[in-house]
């Protein structure tokens, strides 16, 4: 049962235009997510994230979107640079009970940005 | 400052064998996690540890895993009597607290079983 969904195994964007990952959750529950960028052989590094009461959140190029209602959020980066070409995870944890530091991980988005 | 080290990089054994990864988090950081990643899948919570208390273990698969952690730092992860679906990308990730949102992990160690 996965629970965090990227349905999209990889995606090419020209450099200079918008790439935009896409994720889905089934879990009600969650409600902090996040962004993961992983370089070959590196492990993963945070991006962005995003609180459940909010549905946008914007940092210089990066911008996470959520939809709660369709349980779907997005990474937009703008404009794309070659540098951004990486596996692209995205993460999801809920409320601050027991458990909540456990992280729920997409299976990943392989971005090539082409110059 | 150093980030999260793990050792060793590449790791391959016969099924059967016994193996252990070391994680070195970054220096003050209370919480320690391991995740594993499988071909073509995400990342696969384990365990946890924070401070002193009583680790996580709810993400162990099987009996054949254990982890610990020695004076609140390095920690090890021990696998028993390995299998072939035991290969994975075994990472490791430390955070200052408990809720913060940033996890920050080690490049991984690669084990492959034959």
């Known amino acids: 049962d996965q629970q965090v969904k990227q349905n999209s195994p990889s995606l090419s964007v020209q450099e200079g235009r918008i790439s935009i990952l896409n994720c889905d959750y089934t879990?009600?529950?969650?409600?902090?997510f996040l962004w993961y960028k992983k370089y070959p052989a590196e492990g993963p590094t945070f991006l962005i994230s995003?609180?459940?009461?909010?549905d946008k959140n914007e940092d210089g190029r990066f911008t996470v979107f959520l939809n709660k209602s369709a349980k779907h959020l997005s990474l937009h980066i703008v404009p794309s640079q070659p540098g951004d070409s990486a596996v692209y995870f995205c993460?999801?944890?809920?409320?601050?009970?027991?458990?909540?530091?456990?992280?729920?991980f997409g299976k990943g988005t392989k971005l090539s940005v082409i110059p | 400052g150093a980030g999260v080290s793990q050792s060793p990089s590449n790791k391959v054994t016969e099924k059967g064998k016994d193996v252990e990864l070391r994680c070195d988090p970054i220096?003050?950081?209370?919480?320690l996690y391991w995740y594993r990643q499988s071909l073509g899948q995400g990342l696969e919570f384990l365990i946890y540890?924070?401070?002193?208390?009583?680790?996580?273990k709810s993400g162990l698969p099987s009996d054949r895993f254990s982890a610990e952690r020695t004076g609140g730092s390095v920690s090890t992860l021990t696998i028993q009597r390995t299998q072939q679906e035991d290969s994975a990308v075994y990472l490791c990730?430390?955070?200052?607290?408990?809720?913060?949102?940033?996890?920050?992990f080690g490049p991984g160690t690669r084990l492959t079983v034959l």
């Open positions: 990730a430390s955070s200052p607290g408990v809720l913060t949102d940033t996890q920050y």
């Open positions: 879990n009600s529950m969650f409600d902090y």
């Open positions: 995003i609180s459940s009461i909010k």
């Open positions: 993460a999801a944890r809920s409320g601050s009970g027991a458990g909540s530091y456990q992280l729920t």
């Open positions: 220096s003050g950081h209370t919480a």
């Open positions: 540890f924070q401070g002193n208390s009583a680790p996580d």
